[in-house]
Nanobody
Framework: QVQLAESGGGLVQAGGSLRLSCAAS????????LGWFRQAPGKEREFVAG????????RYLDSVQGRFTISRDDAKNTVYLKMNSLKPEDTAVYYC??????????????????WGQGTQVTVSS
């Protein structure tokens, strides 16, 4: 497992942008598939975006496709989520997660075995 720490959340107006970062510890970071999830008040945690261990494959929640971009920099042990054209419905706590068992993108919470503490994103209308 790795230790994960998110940053970059905050308050932004609708239509604005934010970039979330997730720094990881551990020498095997480059072998993990990574994901971003979010949880809004009163709702279940949901998959937002994922990237394979090589970075060659990505996958997105339909409602963020074309607005969000996930990327990774293995030299910095960091995964990013660039969020553009933000909407009030994007408001949530965003979590990064690592999957040490599979290298492909997975969308289910149970496939990830390391989680960050979360960072709040609030989009005002």
């Amino acid at each position: 497992q790795v230790q994960l720490a998110e940053s970059g959340g905050g308050l932004v107006q609708a239509g604005g942008s934010l970039r979330l970062s997730c720094a990881a510890s551990g020498r095997t970071f480059s072998t993990y598939a990574l994901g971003w999830f979010r949880q809004a008040p009163g709702k279940e945690r949901e998959f937002v975006a994922g990237i394979s261990w090589s970075g060659g494959s990505t996958r997105y929640l339909d409602s963020v496709q074309g607005r969000f971009t996930i990327s990774r920099d293995d030299a910095k042990n960091t995964v990013y989520l660039k969020m553009n054209s933000l909407k009030p419905e994007d408001t949530a706590v965003y979590y990064c997660a690592a999957n040490s068992r599979r290298r492909r993108v997975e969308v289910y919470i149970q496939d990830y075995d390391s989680w960050g503490q979360g960072t709040q994103v609030t989009v005002s209308s």
